[in-house]
T-cell receptor
Framework: GAVVSQHPSWVICKSGTSVKIECRSL??????MFWYRQFPKKSLMLMAT?????????EQGVEKDKFLINHASLTLSTLTVTSAHPEDSSFYIC?????????????FGEGSRLTVL | AQKVTQAQTEISVVEKEDVTLDCVYE???????LFWYKQPPSGELVFLIR??????QNEISGRYSWNFQKSTSSFNFTITASQVVDSAVYFC????????????FGKGTLLTVNP
């Protein structure tokens, strides 16, 4: 089956620093990847759609300069939380769609838990 | 706009009981997909099922079964003879061609199965 890998699984950083989270599709190509954020005991909220070779599309209310997304290849998208603050602490999950499957199915990474001190 | 409603926030059952998780959706798309995911305490999302809008056949997979009814825009999930390992948050989700297949999640239902 299609596998999406996220790295790191968890990260703790100091307030003011930047953190990069990687999302890789291991055995398929993905022109589109999606980044979600999940607060404790809450649902997953779509942050942005990452498009290979072009700018990401952000959902309303998500700060583009705060959450930098780069989709440099068909198998890698990165989310950088810039100048992180404690309120950015959350569970971030990426997902990807296989360009060779027209099923609408998304494959999810394991998630990355960010704690900002 | 897409919307998924999971009215049950939390459900608690005793092992071996059957339990049904409700999901109601809204979409203007003709072609869309419905999903159920399981999220155990470890956090990862476990894919359970995908159903497209043109296939209303109910599905059974072991102790799991799904009832898709377009007439009521519902996609309910039943666990038969529940087990403690079924304890998790379950999300119903929807993606449609009109939104470039962005996945919209319901708020989730926390299922606790007690021994």
């Amino acid at each position: 089956g299609a596998v999406v890998s996220q790295h790191p699984s968890w990260v703790i950083c100091k307030s003011g620093t930047s953190v990069k989270i990687e999302c890789r599709s291991l055995d398929f190509q993905a022109t589109t990847m999606f980044w979600y954020r999940q607060f404790p005991k809450k649902s997953l909220m779509l942050m942005a759609t990452s498009n290979e070779g072009s700018k990401a599309t952000y959902e309303q209310g998500v700060e583009k300069d705060k959450f930098l997304i780069n989709h440099a290849s068909l198998t890698l998208s990165t989310l950088t939380v810039t100048s992180a603050h404690p309120e950015d602490s959350s569970f971030y999950i990426c997902s990807a769609r296989d360009i060779n499957r027209n099923t609408g199915e998304l494959f999810f990474g394991e998630g990355s838990r960010l704690t900002v001190l | 706009a897409q919307k998924v409603t999971q009215a049950q926030t939390e459900i608690s059952v005793v092992e071996k009981e059957d339990v049904t998780l409700d999901c109601v959706y809204e979409t203007r798309d003709t072609t869309y997909y419905l999903f159920w995911y399981k999220q155990p305490p470890s956090g990862e999302l476990v894919f359970l099922i995908r159903r497209n809008s043109f296939d209303e056949q109910n599905e059974i997979s072991g102790r799991y079964s799904w009832n898709f009814q377009k007439s009521t825009s519902s996609f309910n999930f039943t666990i038969t003879a529940s087990q403690v390992v079924d304890s998790a948050v379950y999300f119903c989700a929807l993606s449609g061609e009109g939104s470039n297949y962005k996945l919209t999640f319901g708020k989730g239902t926390l299922l606790t199965v007690n021994p």
